[in-house]
């Protein structure tokens, strides 16, 4: 089987702020959504790319235009949903004729410019020959508390074997259409496996692979950027 990734770039931002959606913002000299297409562009594994982008997007455009290493390595879908599920669903459908049931897709957020080649490789070597898929995690660090109505501690959640979920996640394209499909509304790939009944596998993540939200998290993408470009 080949391995696809899918990048949901649809969003706008909101809670960043910007006056455009957060995945075109500068980082480190380049746009948060090309360190992300250059990556997969770069990592031999995977056979293409596909990237989900809002039917009235008016950034892109240009620069693809800027980025000939990406020609023939990275297909545009103007199909952004309303939600992140929406958009996923919406490009696995479009890039249904290019892809078998059997296939790989590693779908991954435009905001985790972080992601490196070696992440994908040790993403996709831990999970040759599964027979579900996984996705990337981190094992949580924080002590957790479980709050009441009044925002007082009713529980102290502990915290072994919690895990943060990160991208991308890795799927076969038939099962994840499906789980994806019947899911009502979730807000990773793993969610939608889970509610087949099947248990992902967990693959350790790395810190610098988090996902860009606020506007304080735009100097720590940078730190991490500048360090391996
Ligand atoms: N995304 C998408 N389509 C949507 C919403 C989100 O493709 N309708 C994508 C975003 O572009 C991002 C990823 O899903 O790459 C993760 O979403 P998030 O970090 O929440 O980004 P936004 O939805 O853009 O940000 P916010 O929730 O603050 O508005
Ligand atoms: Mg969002």
Redesign the pocket.
Known sequence: PRHFAL??????????GAEF???YMPLAGKPM?MHVLDTFAATAAIAHTFV?I?ADDSYIGELMTAAPQLQGRVTLLYC?????H???LN?LHAMRDQVGDDDWVLVH????PGLTSGLIEHLIEALRDDAVGGLLALPVVDTLKRCDQNQRVAETVPRTALWAAQTPQMFRYGLLQTGLTRAESVTDEASAIEMLGLQPRLVEGSPRNF????PHDVALAEIFLKDYS
Not at 109 to 112: L, N, P, V, Y
């Open positions: 990048i949901p770039a649809a969003g706008i931002g909101a809670r960043m959606p957060k995945q959504l989900v809002s952004g949903g309303a939600s992140r929406e958009s996923v490009g957020d435009a905001a985790r996902k860009v939200t606020l």
